[in-house]
């Protein structure tokens, strides 16, 4: 799509920043241009403006240059099915699988189209990510829920903004921290030097992630990880940030391996249909030894 520059005149001023370009784009979901906007696609004179909800005043000069949206294909990929009923499914996501189509994803399968084969799932503002609530980066491994009906959808999707989910993480990360738990509360927003990258900076979105211990090896320490807020890549930036990056965390400056070692261990969600609180589990891969992680309890045995 050709880039879009327009200068705000007054019948366009106080309008919010996402819907003006819902209106300019072509059939371009908000939630689409919203993602756009947060991955440093949009300038308001000339910077990136912080949220979408950034009013506009006259005399902005506001330029886009949209990304091309894959469309779905469904295609048949061997999944790992966790737990399924009529509401939902739950995945074990491998590494380098991508959830939803997206840049750069031409001519790759994604964990969703692979769902379409076999399923239908439910579209809501945004056709090409359907049943999606929520995501992992695609070097991390674990646990993907998606909804299978749209009144799962909703509540799923509800859960989440609400922060009622449960997300236990296993993470090697590099050197040996002090401190046996802990908590880290920063701010993550885009980093403006790196449009792919995220960083903690005065104005980026309220995040914090607890940690635990569960061992220490020379050079690396295996740990806990339960974020209770859902930012992008916010456990990789938190650890970098503190001088602990995960391993194999090349955007992040992880030392290297063989892959990301970052894995979504447990989820636990009220079911949409029945209200039961239901936890799935993602057995861990054999870097994560498992006489570290086996005795750990519950989210909720833990929180009380």
């Given amino acids: 799509m050709e880039k879009?520059?327009?200068?705000?005149?007054?019948?366009?001023?106080?309008?919010?920043?996402?819907?003006?370009?819902?209106?300019?784009?072509d059939r371009v979901s908000r939630a689409e241009v919203q993602r756009q906007i947060r991955d440093g696609l949009v300038l308001v004179a000339g910077r990136v403006p912080v949220q979408p909800s950034y009013r506009l005043r006259i005399g902005d000069?506001?330029?886009?240059?949209p990304r091309t949206v894959e469309a779905l294909s469904p295609r048949p990929l061997p999944l790992r099915v966790l737990y399924e009923d009529e509401d939902l499914v739950a995945v074990?996501?491998?590494a380098d699988l991508v959830v939803h189509p997206g840049a750069?994803?031409?001519?790759?399968?994604?964990l969703v189209e692979a769902l379409l084969a076999t399923r239908e799932l439910p579209t809501s503002d945004d056709p090409v990510r359907p049943g999606i609530v929520h995501r992992i980066d695609k070097e991390t491994t674990g646990i993907l829920v998606v909804a299978k009906t749209p009144r799962a959808l909703d509540a799923l999707k509800r859960q989440f903004a609400e922060r009622s989910?449960?997300?236990?993480?296993?993470?090697?990360?590099?050197?040996?921290?002090?401190?046996?738990?802990?908590s880290i509360v920063a701010p993550v927003g885009r980093d403006p030097r790196a449009?792919?990258?995220m960083a903690v900076r005065a104005d980026g979105r309220e995040s914090e992630t607890q940690f635990s211990v569960l061992a220490r090896e020379p050079g690396r320490t295996l740990l806990l990880v339960r974020p209770r807020t859902g930012r992008t890549h916010q456990i990789r930036v938190h650890f970098a940030y503190i001088g602990h990056p995960v391993l194999g965390d090349r955007l992040y400056g992880g030392p290297r391996e063989a892959g990301l070692l970052l894995h979504a261990w447990k989820l636990s969600i009220t079911h949409p249909a029945t209200g039961e609180r239901l936890t799935v589990e993602a057995p861990p891969p054999a870097a994560y030894p498992r006489h570290a992680y086996e005795v750990v309890p519950s989210d909720r045995a833990a929180r009380k």
């Fill in 4 to 25: 879009i520059s327009r200068t705000i005149h007054p019948e366009d001023a106080g309008q919010r920043l996402d819907q003006f370009l819902v209106e300019l784009g």
């Fill in 61 to 65: 000069v506001v330029s886009w240059q």
């Fill in 92 to 94: 074990d996501k491998p």
């Fill in 104 to 110: 750069g994803t031409r001519g790759v399968t994604t």
């Fill in 165 to 182: 989910v449960e997300k236990s993480y296993l993470a090697w990360v590099a050197g040996s921290l002090d401190e046996s738990e802990g």
């Fill in 195 to 197: 449009p792919r990258r």
